[in-house]
């Protein structure tokens, strides 16, 4: 079993979450609708896409209903929080116990400028400074959508910066300060009929204080061309092709270009069956093949859903994910990945909602010791309330690895396989307890324990974090 201390890329998907304000409004709003009488047109995910980018709030979405305009403004919004984030690995170590911790105390301070109300030009501006023990961080979003007498968008630009400093102190492993800035220009073509247009240009730039082989400097374009449903039609689709190009400025034997394919198609409906289907699929051409070999890479998902009852629905989950190299070697293995669930789930509507599924993920890899077969079982728990909110999620599984020695070249002595089988545990949680309007707290917390047919295998991860949230 390979096992890898807490490092910046070990939490970057936990540190997502960190700071993220609960909200209860999409579900409660969705549910106003259902039981309402609204316009046919509600179905088309147009109006909910545009309710989304309005920004989840009632007004957006009466405005966007048919109720009467609101006249347009520029208004401003803030949080202010503290708190404590706390990061817990443990695992066996030269036949002992280990345990690396990291623990940050933060202070936070963010606002959010928007256009609220009908305008041909809807900006947004979205500052936030994070000051705690470990790190200091800076974050800038800007938007801008051009959207003339209140007709379809046709133009939108995004801007983002982002930036950490690591103290000298800090427990943070392997990291480096660092910035990163995106920016992305997007043409909307979508009249009054079946067929529309989209045409993107975006560009990344990310740069480290003290560049590594897992910390590299990037530079990446890219432009998208695409064939889109218009606004008449029954369904969403969307049809295309990618062209992109990644530049190392300290490592070019690593460039690559990259061509690509996207295909999507989905119906929403608030009754009956609803779906939605992606391909990607792209060419990867590395610079120097002899230092990373180019590939073909390929993902598709399918979600579905179809209601049983007012309340309750049936939910499928497809995930396929493909990595074909030109060489397969050392770390660059070809792979085929298939992950599922298969469910039902209750809205929480009228007291709690609940979900009970059956999840499933499959690897096949030319490392034989990589390949092997899950099973789990998942359940949720979740509550919207004007004071207190809450999800629990609790996944109970079990992986097997491919039975599979592999034999040295030196002698006839077997080796231990790298990965060894274990049962698994993952709980979730989050909640939101609102003191009044403007106080609260918010609270995730995370536990991933291991226990493999090996006890020197066995390991775990921990993650909770507690903030005190002030809305102004």
Do not use: K
């Not at 520029?74 to 929080?81: D, E, I, M, R, V």
């Not at 606002?111 to 030009?121: K, L, S, Y």
């Not at 298939?338 to 499933?360: C, D, H, K």
């Amino acid at each position: 079993m390979r096992h890898h201390p807490i490092t910046s890329a070990t939490l970057v998907v936990l540190t997502l979450f960190v700071g993220i304000p609960l909200s209860p409004v999409r579900d409660v709003v969705v549910c106003d609708v259902r039981a309402a009488e609204t316009p046919a047109s509600v179905d088309s995910l147009d109006v909910w896409l545009d309710w989304l980018a309005a920004g989840d709030d009632d007004a957006a979405l009466l405005d966007l209903l048919g109720d009467d305009p609101v006249p347009a403004s520029f208004a401003w919004s803030g949080n202010l929080a503290t708190g404590y984030d706390a990061y817990v690995q443990t695992y066996s170590l030269a036949l002992e116990d280990t345990t690396e911790s990291v623990e940050e105390f933060e202070v936070t301070l963010s606002a959010e400028g928007a256009t609220q109300g009908d305008a041909d030009h809807r900006w947004r501006v979205a500052p936030r400074l994070s000051v705690g023990s470990e790190r200091t961080r800076q974050q800038l979003d800007l938007g801008w959508i051009w959207q003339p007498d209140d007709g379809p968008r046709r133009l939108d630009a995004v801007g983002e910066f982002r930036a950490t400093q690591y103290h000298g102190t800090t427990d943070y492993s392997l990291s480096s300060d660092f910035s990163e800035g995106r920016g992305r220009l997007r043409w909307h073509l979508s009249p009054a009929g079946r067929l529309g247009g989209e045409a993107r240009v975006e560009s990344r730039v990310l740069r480290y204080a003290d560049p590594s082989e897992l910390q590299v400097n990037r530079n990446d374009v890219e432009a998208v061309a695409a064939l889109v449903s218009g606004r008449d039609a029954s369904d969403r689709w969307r049809l295309g092709v990618r062209a992109g190009h990644r530049a190392h400025p300290d490592t070019a034997s690593i460039d690559r270009t990259t061509l690509g394919l996207d295909a999507e198609t989905e119906r929403f409906s608030l009754e009956g069956v609803s779906w939605r289907a992606t391909l990607r699929s792209e060419r990867r051409s590395v610079r120097d093949e002899s230092a990373r070999p180019s590939l073909w890479a390929h993902w598709a998902t399918l979600d579905g859903s179809t209601l049983l009852s007012l309340t309750l629905e049936a939910v499928l989950e497809l995930q396929f994910d493909i990595w074909n190299y030109d060489i397969s070697r050392d770390a660059y293995q070809d792979q085929g990945r298939w992950t599922g669930l298969a469910g039902v789930r209750a809205q929480a509507i009228e007291g709690p909602g609940w979900s009970l599924g059956l999840t499933w993920e499959s690897l096949e890899s030319d490392e034989a010791d990589e390949t092997y077969r899950q099973f789990g079982l998942r359940g949720g728990l979740e509550h919207y309330g004007a004071t207190v909110s809450g999800t629990l999620t609790l996944e109970v599984g079990r992986r097997d690895y491919e039975e599979a020695m592999v034999e040295s070249d030196i002698s006839d002595v077997l080796l231990d396989p790298l990965f060894t089988d274990f049962t698994y545990t993952e709980v979730w949680l989050s909640g939101s307890w609102q003191l009044d309007e403007r106080l609260g707290f918010d609270a995730l917390a995370s536990w991933l324990p291991e226990s493999h047919s090996d006890d020197e295998d066995d390991q775990s991860l921990g993650f909770a974090s507690l903030r005190l949230v002030y809305r102004f």
